[in-house]
Structure formats: structure tokens, C-alpha cells
């Protein structure tokens, strides 16, 4: 099982500003893909990264992959109480169709 | 977008009982996925598939069982429950567009 680390694990902050969550690992990965999960709902996929340093971006959040292919972030610009949330990331090994996920970092966005 | 259904949403059984959960996708993927999240520890591969029988253990398989008699339809059951393993269920198969996955919407299992 290889191991992803997540940080901050908690993250408040006032509507329009930003943030940053981060995702690290030793481990090398394939592919790396960031979740969004609401109370009583199953994570919805973000976002994929494939190739080291790629840059990714949807509407005000940029996703971002390591050079290394073992870290990525999250960057949520001007943040809305919508984006209030888990983010979860996951790893895909390059032999492996199995994904090992972090333990999540959850986001409040006060309006 | 439904594709992938869990049954039941949420279930409380005693310790000792066996209990069932249904995953459901009308997608036709061969592979099949089942997780378990709990505060602090985020997903945890349980048990998945790759194709109709055929099933392996993830990282947390011990007190678990699966099985896939048919492609739609992937069964996990826990023979004896204890309190450990009270924690949600997710079934997830891979996404349609993108490398990732597609998760169900969980069952809340609470074992007393």
C-alpha cells in the first residue's frame, strides 16, 4: 500500500479567500486524482493528473502535479461556501489498477 | 448520474450477525471496488474484483467476504460483524471519462 499523506487535515477559512491542500507521498505514481465528498454522498471525481508537472485547472481550483510524479495540491482561488467539502486525493501505481487515497482534508468556507 | 447503487443506505445489526451489502452498476466495467472510510484513516481497500469469480484482498480483507456471480453485481459480506467494523461502505467502479473512479453513495453500517 503505498502512503498518502494529506495537509492541512482541517482548513476554515472566509469566503473569498484561498487555500492550498496538499497531497505527498514517497511513493511514485502513474496517474494522481483529486475527489470532492459531501456529508452523506460518495466522493466525486475533480480531476486527473497524469504527467509529471502537469498543470490542471476547472473554474477557480488548480490542480497541480510534482515534478516527481509524488506530490500534488490543490489551490482554490477566491473560495465560496460552495466549496465547502472533503478533498480526498488518490494514487494510481504504474502495475496497478488499485487506487490508495489520503486521509482526506476537509475544507469549511464561511460565508 | 446513477450507475453504481448501494442497498441498503444505511443498516444497524448486532455483533455476532451476518450482514450483506449490495453494489449495483449498470455501467458493464469489469472491475468492481469496495472501501470502507473512517475519521483519519480516509478509503481503505477491502476486497475488489476483476471480472464474474474473480475477487482479491485489499489492505483491510480480514473478517470480509465477496462475491461476483454476475457483472453487475458485487456482494460484500461481513460472516460474523463486530464493532470494528462499524464505519461506511463504498462501492466504486472505474469513471466513465477520466482515470478514477465512479463511487456509489454509501451504507452506513453501525454495528452495536
Known amino acids: 500500500t503505498q502512503l498518502l499523506e494529506q495537509s492541512p487535515q482541517f482548513l476554515s477559512i472566509q469566503e473569498g479567500e484561498n487555500l492550498t491542500v496538499y497531497c505527498n507521498s514517497s511513493s511514485v505514481f502513474s496517474s494522481l486524482q483529486w475527489y470532492r465528498q459531501e456529508p452523506g454522498e460518495g466522493p466525486v471525481l475533480l480531476v486527473t493528473?497524469?504527467?509529471?508537472?502537469e498543470v490542471k485547472k476547472l473554474k477557480r481550483l488548480t490542480f497541480q502535479f510534482g515534478d516527481a510524479r509524488k506530490d500534488s495540491s490543490l489551490h482554490i482561488t477566491a473560495a465560496q461556501p460552495g466549496d465547502t467539502g472533503l478533498y480526498l486525493c488518490?494514487?494510481?501505481?504504474?502495475?496497478?489498477?488499485?487506487?490508495?487515497f489520503g486521509a482526506g482534508t476537509t475544507v469549511t468556507v464561511r460565508a | 448520474d446513477a450507475g453504481i447503487t448501494q442497498s441498503p443506505r444505511h443498516k444497524v445489526t448486532e455483533t455476532g450477525t451476518p450482514v450483506t451489502l449490495r453494489c449495483h452498476q449498470t455501467?458493464?466495467?469489469?472491475?468492481m471496488y469496495w472501501y470502507r472510510q473512517d475519521p483519519g484513516h480516509g478509503l481503505r481497500l477491502i476486497h475488489y474484483?476483476?471480472?464474474?469469480?474473480?475477487?482479491d484482498k485489499g489492505e483491510v480483507s480480514d473478517g470480509y467476504s465477496v462475491s461476483r456471480s454476475k457483472t453487475e453485481d458485487f456482494l460484500l459480506t461481513l460472516e460474523s460483524a463486530t464493532s470494528s467494523q462499524t464505519s461506511v461502505y463504498f462501492c466504486?467502479?472505474?469513471?466513465?471519462?477520466?482515470?478514477?473512479?465512479?463511487f456509489g453513495s454509501g451504507t452506513r453500517l453501525t454495528v452495536v
Open positions: 466504486a467502479i472505474p469513471a466513465p471519462e477520466d482515470i478514477g473512479y465512479t
Open positions: 488518490a494514487g494510481a501505481a504504474f502495475d496497478d489498477y488499485k487506487l490508495s
Open positions: 493528473v497524469v504527467t509529471g508537472g
Open positions: 474484483s476483476y471480472g464474474v469469480k474473480d475477487t
Open positions: 455501467e458493464n466495467h469489469r472491475y
